[in-house]
């Protein structure tokens, strides 16, 4: 059962990184050495959005949920990386479909282009997939029973 809950925590947690990363760095802005001068609300809900994600990302990579949740968009960021390695163009296909998929992703899909060249996705699936190599994690907790009693 814990495996699977970690199935399901994988499959949020992917979107949460390619869906919600992507649409918080269009709207932070592609320009990283000028700060707009004002500070509205958007940027507030921005820096709120980028603050959730990196909490989530680190529930995940450190927390005892189940080796799968930390698996899962491991293994699609790695994929991705490689089929943009290999071919740029078909990587980009698979993000024109997704954008289709629904007109208000196309923020999102700008933002995970610009993710996806600059190795940001990369960076990430690598380090979900450290956790998974640890053997304590793929074990469940030790059931503690009472030596004492007699």
């Known amino acids: 059962m814990r495996h699977f809950f970690g199935l399901l925590v994988g499959l949020v947690m992917t979107a949460v990184l390619l869906i919600g990363g992507g649409w918080?760095?269009?709207?932070?802005?592609?320009s990283v050495t000028t700060l707009p001068a004002e500070s509205g609300t958007?940027?507030?809900?921005?820096?709120?959005?980028?603050?959730?994600?990196?909490?989530?990302?680190?529930l995940v990579a450190a927390g005892r949920v189940?080796?799968?949740?930390a698996f899962i968009p491991s293994m699609v960021l790695l994929s991705w990386n490689?089929?943009?390695?290999?071919?740029?163009?078909?990587a980009g296909a698979m993000l024109s479909d997704l954008v289709s998929f629904h007109a208000g992703l196309g923020p999102a899909g700008q933002g995970?282009?610009?993710?996806?060249?600059?190795?940001?996705?990369a960076l990430?699936?690598?380090?979900?997939?450290?956790?998974?190599?640890?053997?304590?994690?793929?074990?469940?907790?030790?059931?503690?029973?009472?030596?004492?009693?007699e």
């Open 24 to 30: 918080a760095v269009q709207q932070a802005g592609t």
């Open 66 to 69: 189940s080796p799968v949740a």
């Open 82 to 90: 490689v089929v943009y390695a290999l071919d740029a163009k078909q």
């Open 112 to 121: 995970m282009a610009l993710l996806l060249a600059n190795g940001v996705y």
């Open 124 to 149: 990430l699936g690598v380090a979900l997939f450290v956790p998974i190599l640890m053997p304590s994690r793929w074990s469940g907790r030790g059931r503690h029973e009472d030596d004492d009693y």
């Open 42 to 58: 958007d940027a507030w809900i921005t820096l709120g959005v980028m603050a959730g994600i990196g909490l989530f990302f680190g």
